[in-house]
């Protein structure tokens, strides 16, 4: 706001002088004008198309993944999970159908997000904000709230007449009705979530009858609140303020990137247009704001990019409609690229540049990350050891003189059966060993899909520790399958170093 300018009322002399002067009724404005616009609600239309289809398509799928995954079954044997998806939090592990992670393979994790900002990398310098457009729950949801919306409400202009109009019986009625219905769709997604955490079946069971755990009811609100207020109030305004992606995808396109653009190579000039009136020396927009009324962020794709823009493509299908009434060809607004508008402005043919640099690059990291992924998973083994040794003492002299060390060895078995693990120690000189708990001598038993600590000693005769310190390599074999795991250490003899 210009606080300084010169009064339209002034006298000569002052408007020669030029004197700027402070409007003291815009400086009283000041502490009445609001700091931030305030909302402006927007009426999406409903169209039909293509791209349409495309979203109702994915929305189906993305959302019947989403509440059902939690209930598909995979058999792990009697002692496993039987959820094909699980995090587990009181066993500390994470299962994926075929997959179990243990919390030392937290770098797949890691990988896996690697590999999902990379795809995304990918995709947006091919194609834009397509995910914003079709993948991204807050997308994806505010589809869904709308849809009920309209169903309630109507389309476009009986929500606008609806809003604007009297409190009644009529519009109390709908009001209602929606937003029980958002608060129930917002329910079952905060519901869903928490099925991820533990057996889908017991936890409706306990969630029910009001014997889950606290941490279920309050996720379970958490996650209920957030769906309805994103989804059903804030909708564009969590792309435009609250979410980073819309400032970071521009340092990932080009402009060779597709994208959803207005050709202005073809639609100006624009103006309005009688039937039987010729198209020459004009461009094919009729300005009728078809793809204005479509956007669900309220935008108009006419004014090139912007940072509101989610990538869509209602506004394609919405201008694609209008071009069939008025006997025009399809695809004034379409996917396309700034360089296909600059060449076609120059007469040159459009063309398509898939392969670039930075999409190189990208395939060729996610092809990188795929092949350490998958080379970790298929040599991942299921035997792990690690052996700590005691240091409060170091080492225990006992009464013939021999020296003796304590460990503790920590074993792991992921497989699904039962294991009898033959434990052997080597060093130089060779140490006498002490399993204690042991049944069998030198036999470790440890359950399935188990981690059991064993104490193990090892002694060697005073004469025989000539060496401040000895290392010793612990390794257990399971015989039935000949798998093996060793680890180091060392045996601290108590001699001079």
Known sequence: ????????????????????????????????????????????????????????????????????????????????????????????????????????????????????????????????????????PQTVWTDLFIAVERLFEGDRNKRILLDRAPMSFNKAWRKTGKHVVWLAIAAATGGAWILYFHDAFDLLRDFFTGQAALTAYIFFALLTFTTYSLAGTLREQV??????????????TDRESLAVTYRTDRGEPRGRHKKGESWDGRGDCIDCKACVAACPMGIDIRQGPQLECIGCALCIDACDDIMDKVGRPRGLIAYDTDDNIARRKAGEPARWRFVRPRVVL???????????????????????????????????????????????????????????????????????????????????????????????????????????????????????????????????TGAAP
């Open 239 to 252: 792309c435009t303020y609250m979410c980073p992606w819309p400032r970071i995808q521009g340092a990932l």
């Open 362 to 492: 990208y395939a060729v990291l996610i092809a990188g990350v795929c092949a350490i992924m998958l080379a970790g998973l298929v040599s991942r083994e299921e035997l792990g050891l690690h052996a700590d040794r005691d240091r409060n003492p170091n080492f225990v002299v006992l009464t013939d003189g021999s020296v003796r060390n304590a460990y503790t060895l920590n074993v792991q078995n992921k497989a699904r059966v039962t294991r009898h693990l033959s434990l052997a120690v080597s060093a130089d000189p060779q140490p006498g060993v002490q399993l204690l708990g042991a049944r069998d001598e030198l036999v470790l038993e440890i359950g399935p899909d188990r981690t059991r600590t064993f104490q193990v000693f090892l002694t060697l005769p005073r004469e025989a520790a000539l060496r401040h310190s000895i290392p010793v390599m612990f390794t257990i074999t399971d015989p039935q399958t000949g798998e093996t795991a060793f680890t180091q250490d060392v045996f601290v």
């Open 1 to 136: 706001m210009n606080l300084i300018h010169n009064r339209p009322g002034a006298s000569g002399g002052d408007a020669a002088d030029g004197v700027a002067r402070l409007d003291v009724d815009a400086v009283n404005a000041v502490g009445q004008r609001e700091l931030y616009q305030k909302r402006q609600q927007i009426y999406p239309k409903l169209v039909h198309g293509r791209f349409r289809l495309a979203k109702w398509v994915f929305l189906v799928l993305a959302l019947g993944v989403y509440y059902l995954l939690p209930f598909v079954r995979w058999d792990r044997g009697p002692e496993g999970p039987s959820q094909a998806v699980l995090v587990d939090f009181p066993n500390a592990r994470f299962y994926f159908f075929f997959i179990e992670l243990w919390p030392q393979e937290v770098y797949y994790i890691t990988g896996l997000l690697i590999l999902a900002a990379l795809a995304l990398f990918l995709v947006t310098a091919l194609f834009g904000r397509v995910w914003c457009g079709y993948a991204c």
